[in-house]
């Protein structure tokens, strides 16, 4: 468990919130027991959102969140909405991306099915987020522990969820044989799969990603910890 010191320090710079916490030396995230975390107001590149989404995920972690005044969140973006982020995350009840990245109302568009796959109208959404608002950053985030994942390894069949299910099973390796293993692998393996799966069938997003105004990136949560691991 992380302890916080009574100690933060906030600084304004330039338009940039950066937040220093002084944690337990048990974290991590570190070997001094320093966190550096920061929330940048705009965010102009993808790699700046890819910052924004890590430091987001130490806050959480932390047990610090500053995105946190909804009132005002909700005031500030009824008349328009500038997400820099796209997320395509699973539906799991344990993983909600804007509390895990501690991003608020309006800083990040997500988009959840089982097994946090892709389908026409996963890629349209996409397609909208960057083309038309300008989102920088689409991050396709798989989890540990994922009921979808299981269903597919043990190739359930129920209803609508028998096809969904179907597109997982090319991620399952067939030289695992520890079931935790398996389903980690699978899970790591479908983010893979995902993201080659959205770049070869939207020209929209992979045109973007070729002139570098948008960034794509795997993702995978810790449903025991809460930590963000990032693939780029």
Same mark, same amino acid.
């Given at each position: ?7 933060? #320090? ?7 919130? *950066? @937040?220093?916490?002084?944690?337990? %030396? #048990?974290?991590?995230? @570190? +070997? *001094? ?6 929330? %940048? ?15 987001? #995920? ?5 047990? /610090? ?11 500030? @973006?009824?008349?328009? +909405?500038? $997400?820099? =982020? ?10 909600? $991306? ?19 796959? %892709? ?5 349209? =959404? ?8 300008? =989102? ?20 359930? +069949?129920?209803? #609508? ?6 597109? &997982?099973? $090319? *991620?399952? $390796? ?8 398996? *389903? ?10 995902? &993201? ?13 990603? /070729? ?13 025991? =910890? ?7």
């Amino acid at each position: 468990m992380i302890k916080r010191k009574k100690t933060v #320090n906030i600084l304004l710079l330039i338009g940039t919130f *950066s @937040t220093t916490l002084i944690v337990g %030396q #048990n974290n991590n995230n @570190t +070997q *001094s027991g320093r966190i550096e975390v920061k929330e %940048q107001k705009t965010i102009r590149t993808p790699e700046e959102a890819v910052e924004e989404l890590k430091n987001g #995920n130490l806050r959480f972690l932390a047990n /610090a969140p500053i995105n946190t005044n909804f009132k005002g969140q909700i005031e500030a @973006t009824k008349g328009n +909405q500038a $997400p820099h =982020s796209i997320i395509l995350s699973c539906i799991d009840s344990r993983i909600p $991306p804007e509390i895990i990245f501690d991003q608020g109302i309006g800083n990040v568009f997500v988009a959840r099915v089982a097994g946090n796959i %892709q389908d026409p109208n996963i890629l349209g =959404s996409m397609e909208f987020a960057t083309k038309v608002i300008g =989102s920088k950053l689409i991050v396709v985030m798989g989890h540990n522990r994922c009921g979808a994942i299981r269903g597919a390894i043990e190739n359930v +069949q129920l209803g #609508n969820l028998t096809q969904l299910v179907n597109q &997982i099973k $090319p *991620s399952i $390796p067939i030289d695992a044989v520890d079931a935790d293993s398996k *389903s980690t692998r699978t899970a790591l393996q479908n983010v893979k799969l995902t &993201i080659s799966s959205i770049m070869n069938n939207s020209q929209v997003i992979k045109g973007l990603i /070729a002139e570098g105004k948008v960034k794509i990136v795997g993702a995978f949560y810790d449903v025991t =910890s809460g930590k963000v691991t990032f693939y780029e």
